[in-house]
Structures are given as C-alpha cells and as structure tokens.
C-alpha cells in the first residue's frame, strides 16, 4: 500500500475534517438545507454485521445531538439520506449508491443493509442529507467461506463517560483492525456525578428521550468515532444499556421497568450498525446470532441479560452462595443454549468464538479478598455452563475461545472440562478486556494479583488497567495482545502491550 493511500486513510479514522476536499461524485448536486438547520452528521458513522456479500452501515441525523426531546433537533418529518459505497477512499469507485430515509420514529437512525459486494474487500462508505457530507468510514466484508484468511480483530467493552476519556477508542482505531467486538456498556444509564472527569449530561436514564440523548452525547465524542469509523462491529450489550445488573426474566416484572427496558432496547437498536431484525418488538429484540468469517472463525454473539433468571442470592460477590443456587437458573434461557448447542454441533470453522458479557471460568476469590464467588457471572449459574462446556467437548469445534466483558479489568483464562479438577483438560480459552474508562485509571499492584491468581491456577494473566484486546488470529493460531493506558483521567494516553499469549491450533492453552 503506497503512502498516500495510508495518508488518507488517516484522514477517514480523523472523520469530516480529513475528508473537506474529497469529490462529491456521485451524489446529487442539489443543496436543500431548509429542513435541517445545521450539518446533522454529529454522531459520526458505523458499520456492522459483515457478511461475504455485505454490512450493514449507520448514521443518525442529529443536528444538535443533546435536544431535550431525544430527537437531536431534527424536524417532524422523513428526510431523505444519500449513501454510497466505494472501493478507495477518495469515492472515485463508486460499487454502490442509493437513497434511504430516517424518520422521526426511529429518531432519524438509518440502517443500509448492502449486499453484492466482493468477498474479503475494504470498503468506503459516507452519507448525505440536504447538501450536508458525513464523515467516511472504513468498512470490510467477510471472507469467501472457504477461506482462511487471518483476520485481525480489536475487543472492548465498558464505556464510562464520566470517569475517564475515550483515548482507548482512539487507539483501538489506530490499529486498523478488520473487525471489532463491543461487548456491552456502551454507555452507563447514571445520572451527572460530581468528581468525574466528564458529566453526563441530564439524570438517569429512564424514558425514550433519556436513553437517545445519551447515546448522542457518546456518540459526540471523537475517539468513539474514530472507533466506529475504522472497522465493522459485532456487537451485544450488557446491563447499563438499561440499569445495573438487570435480569430480563424476572417474575412479577413491574410494568414501570418493563417500559424502561423497551425504552433502552429502541434506543440499543437506532443507535448501533444492528440489521432490521434486530429491531425490538413488545420490549424484546433477538441479539444472540451466528457471524461467519471465512472458514476461519465463527462468532456466536450471546445475549446473557433478557433471558437470564434473577440470581439466587443478590448481585454481590458471596462466600454462601454456591450452595443456594437453583441448577435451573439460566444465563441464556433454553432456546438460546439450544441454539448454542446446535452451532458447536455443525461447526466447520478453525476457531469458534463466543462473543458474550459475563467472566465464564470460575473465579474463587474467599482466599484472597474474603468475597467468594460472583453471582452476576457464569459461577451464578454453574449447571447452564456446565452443559455448554459438555457441548463443546462432544462437537466437531477445533478451537473454542471466550470473549468476555464486563469486570473492568484485564484477565487470561484456560477452561478445564471439570472445572473443579484443575488436571481435567483444557477445552477452551478466555479472553477477558478491561473496560475502556470505567473504574478510572485502575492500577497494577503485586497486591492486585497475589489475591487473586494464587486460588486460581487457570488464570494466567490480570491487569486492573484500561485497555482493550487485539488479536491476530490465523489458521496456526490465535496472538493476543493484552492492551493497556496508564491512565484514563485526562487524554492522550500512550497505549502498551501488558503481556501476550498465543492460543495453537488444537491446543486451548496459553502459551
């Protein structure tokens, strides 16, 4: 790749600015900017979903992102929205254009499912409106199955606004990843909080409007941009998309969170690179599915907050509660593990990943920190993991490794098949990624690590730092890089390699 072609792929990952003297070929010349008093592209644009053939792309139109009404100053009415799809970056290779439309009833979010496109290809793609240019962003298909062409990919969650900046966003672009994976808090529903680094503006978020307002003021911010701009997403959410630590199958559900769930899963839906069957209906959406990437790898993407039970005894770590759970509490509800199941029993693919929220190995920190174990996490509902590992060791899957969110902080882990023999084989691998700001700049102590890893010999690595993972996963092997900031509390923070494992072919162990 020459250097120029780096150079203005640089200017896509800076967004508009990068991109002023770019040609409008293509689009129509027409300037009708009287419904739309100022440049609506705020929020940036995503991309998501790829397949062999195609991805879904993103915008929103919100003119001034943080209106009261949620609807980012946009006016009462369907506006059209150009797009278009090139093979260069400066769109003089037009593969596909055409026009779509936001309405105010999905606060003027778009979702452009484009298929037709070449297997493996890098793409460009930007939106108009009214004679307003959206930024580029930079976006590639699958693989041809078939192929196992390695695939580099970037893992995050946990997304605090006010506790730190999203420098790590930023990095994370820099990489130029082929694909990442966002697993959950993408943002956090409290309310403004003094001693942060940043406020949230406004107070928790409970209606519709509350929920939209927030993810414009995410979406405002730069670095997350970049993020989006560089590479397709997979993504799933966690619990502060709605509240902290919320369980979707719970009886006697009040109507009051019922509504705020369907709230927050709307807004989930207009403000992610999500296709049109994800779209909630009565408070539910389907988030659970299968991506392939060549014959490479397999991604089942999981959804362990609408179908879980309610845990047995609270949401906090407790040194008594492996003995009250109920074997018929679930973290996936019966359909999905089936579901699962199914997909370890036809995989074809060198690596299957599991895209999902919640630590999976067992973690038992009594020794060390005199807490026991996580309720929130798979420890709470040991029968259901249980029956997934068995599922793993009697299916055709090669490799198996976890992706994990959610506990703020760095962790490698090896899954045993008996997870209370730590001489039972290796079946799979955990990686676990820091969040990108919550808990604040974190640390790294001896302290940290002799009370956890010592009760733990399945765990290999922790880093209470932020950061996210990268890995470069091939046909021999899967690399990961452990990636950390020293600190979150004001920006440009340089980016480090805490440590690094490689996963072999055929081998769940890290080495």
Same mark, same amino acid.
């Given at each position: 790749?020459s250097?120029?072609?780096?150079l ?5 990952l800076?967004g508009?600015?990068?991109l002023?003297a770019?040609?409008?070929?293509g689009?129509?010349?027409?300037v ?17 979903e ?9 915008t ?9 009404d949620g609807?980012? =100053? ?5 506006v ?15 593969a596909?254009?055409?026009t779509?439309?936001?309405t ?8 452009v499912?484009?298929?037709?496109l070449?297997? =493996?290809?890098?793409?460009f793609? %930007? ?10 962003? %930079?976006?590639?298909?699958a693989?041809?199955?078939?192929t196992?062409?390695p ?6 969650s @946990?997304?605090?606004?006010e506790?730190g ?10 990489e ?5 994976v ?7 529903e ?6 942060g680094v940043r406020r949230?503006?406004g107070s ?22 970049a993020?989006?701009?560089?590479a ?9 998309e ?10 006697g ?8 769930r369907?709230?927050?899963l709307?807004?989930?839906?207009e403000?992610?690179p999500?296709?049109?069957w ?11 599915? %299968? ?8 991604f089942h ?6 179908h879980?039970?309610?845990?047995? @005894?609270?949401?906090?770590?407790g040194s008594?509660c492996?003995?009250q ?8 509800g019966a ?12 995989s ?19 020794a060390?920190? =005199?807490?026991?174990i ?12 249980d029956r997934?590992?068995?599922?793993l ?11 994990? =969110? ?5 962790w490698?882990?090896?899954? %045993? ?17 820091s ?7 974190g640390s ?7 009370a956890?890893?010592?009760?733990n ?7 209470n ?23 979150v509390s004001?920006?440009?923070?340089p980016?480090?390699t ?5 996963v ?8």
């Amino acid at each position: 790749m020459s250097v120029s072609t780096n150079l203005r792929r640089r200017a896509v990952l800076k967004g508009a600015a990068g991109l002023a003297a770019l040609p409008l070929l293509g689009f129509t010349t027409e300037v009708r900017r009287g419904p739309v008093p100022a440049d609506p592209f705020t929020l940036g644009v995503a991309s998501g979903e790829p397949t062999a053939d195609g991805v879904v792309l993103w915008t929103r139109l919100a003119p001034h992102p943080l209106a009261d009404d949620g609807l980012g =100053g946009m006016p009462p009415r369907v506006v059209d929205v150009e797009w278009e799809v090139a093979t260069d970056d400066r769109f003089t290779r037009v593969a596909q254009r055409g026009t779509t439309v936001a309405t105010t009833e999905s606060a003027h979010s778009v979702h452009v499912d484009v298929a037709g496109l070449r297997p =493996g290809g890098e793409y460009f793609y %930007r939106f108009r409106a009214h004679g307003f240019l959206s930024p580029a962003g %930079r976006t590639r298909t699958a693989p041809a199955p078939g192929t196992l062409a390695p695939l580099t990919m970037c893992v995050a969650s @946990c997304s605090n606004y006010e506790q730190g900046w999203f420098t790590a966003y930023r990095k994370l672009a820099e990489e130029e990843p082929d694909l990442v994976v966002h697993l959950g808090d993408y943002h956090y529903e409290y309310g403004a909080r003094d001693g942060g680094v940043r406020r949230h503006a406004g107070s928790e978020t409970v209606t519709l409007a509350d929920y939209r307002r927030r993810y414009a003021q995410y979406k405002t911010d730069q670095d997350l941009q970049a993020a989006h701009a560089a590479a397709p997403w997979l993504v799933v959410f966690d619990d502060h998309e709605v509240t902290d630590n919320w369980a979707g199958a719970v009886p006697g559900e009040q109507a009051g969170f019922a509504a705020r769930r369907a709230a927050a899963l709307q807004a989930y839906y207009e403000n992610m690179p999500l296709r049109a069957w994800a779209r909630p209906h009565r408070g539910h959406m389907r988030l659970y599915r %299968r991506i392939e990437w060549g014959s490479l790898a397999t991604f089942h993407m999981l959804d362990t907050r609408q179908h879980r039970t309610h845990q047995a @005894c609270g949401d906090e770590f407790g040194s008594d509660c492996r003995e009250q759970f109920d074997p018929s509490r679930t973290l996936t509800g019966a359909d999905q593990e089936r579901w699962l199941l199914n997909g370890f029993q036809r995989s074809r693919a060198r690596w299957d990943v599991l895209g999902q929220q919640v630590f999976f190995a067992p973690m038992d920190v009594t020794a060390g920190l =005199g807490r026991g174990i996580n309720p929130d996490a798979w420890d709470g509902y040991a029968a259901n993991r249980d029956r997934i590992i068995s599922g793993l060791v009697n299916s055709p899957v090669r490799n198996a490794v976890v992706l994990t =969110g959610d506990v703020h902080s760095h962790w490698a882990a090896e899954v %045993r098949e008996r997870l209370d023999d730590p001489l039972s084989r290796r079946v799979a691998t955990e990686l676990v990624t820091s969040s990108i700001t919550s808990g604040g700049d974190g640390s790294d102590t001896r302290a940290d690590v002799d009370a956890i890893l010592p009760d733990n010999p399945h765990i290999r690595y922790f880093s209470n730092r932020r950061g996210y993972v990268r890995t470069r996963i091939s046909a021999e092997e899967l690399r990961a890089d452990f990636r950390i900031l020293p600190f979150v509390s004001r920006p440009d923070a340089p980016v480090l390699t805490g440590a690094s494992f490689v996963v072999p072919d055929r081998t769940p162990a890290l080495l």
